[in-house]
């Protein structure tokens, strides 16, 4: 039990597009998701919390408008990265939190994202 | 704000060995829960084994185990009887009761040596 799936695992994408990542708790209900990147070699860095029903709520220092978060049910949560650019190329890894549960997060696999 | 610290980024062992991950953290939270990670070459993150705060028995988990010493805000990550399977790299973190948010160390490359 307690597997999160991100699709795609990678993606390519031209300077200027958008791209959306889905995060997905196959087997249990997440009202809480989150958004990590990581750049290789580093350590994740929370870039927002994404609340079933509710806007996400980000970190400082994260631009909103660049990575939009929706969390429209229970077990999916899409991160949108518009207007890529190479320096947005990472590895970005989303967590899902099971409903009523504090201390637990089960993570995603990653995306890789590169942009040309 | 809450910080994780791990101060060394690169670790190694000998197989069957044993081997000790530091990894300190600040915070004015009373509640709170701490964790290490583990992530192989796939980057798929792994849980290790997790302490609540609020108990002062160390965590265990078959040949892994923690010191945490919640007065000096340490909480270092023993792996025994090392195997090359363990080698990876390790991410204390640090969970917020109150908001569910994990804030995570540098990291540590571990090497296990055959």
């Known amino acids: 039990g307690a597997v999160v799936s991100q699709h795609p695992s990678r993606v390519i994408c031209k300077s200027g597009t958008s791209v959306k990542i889905e995060c997905r708790s196959l087997d249990f209900q997440a009202t809480t998701m989150f958004w990590y990147r990581q750049f290789p070699k580093k350590s994740l860095m929370l870039m927002a919390t994404s609340n079933e029903g509710s806007k996400a709520t980000y970190e400082q220092g994260v631009e909103k408008d660049k990575f939009l978060i929706n969390h429209a049910s229970l077990t999916l949560s899409t991160l949108t990265v518009t207007s890529a650019h190479p320096e947005d190329s990472s590895f970005y890894i989303c967590s899902a939190r099971p409903s009523g549960k504090v201390n637990e997060q089960f993570f995603g696999p990653g995306t890789r994202l590169t942009v040309l | 704000a809450q910080t994780v610290t791990q101060s060394q980024p690169e670790m190694s062992v000998q197989e069957a060995e044993t081997v000790t991950l530091s990894c300190t953290y600040d915070t004015s939270e009373s509640d709170y829960y701490l964790f290490w990670y583990k992530q192989p070459p796939s980057r798929q993150m792994i849980l290790v084994i997790r302490q609540e705060a609020y108990k002062q028995q160390n965590a265990t988990e078959n040949r892994f185990s923690v010191n945490f010493q919640k007065a000096a805000k340490s909480f270092s990550l023993k792996i025994s009887d090392s195997q090359l399977g363990d080698a990876a790299m390790y991410f204390c973190?640090?969970?917020?009761?109150?908001?569910?948010?994990?804030?995570f160390g540098q990291g540590t490359t571990l090497q296990v040596k055959p």
């Open positions: 973190a640090y969970g917020s009761s109150n908001t569910g948010k994990l804030i």
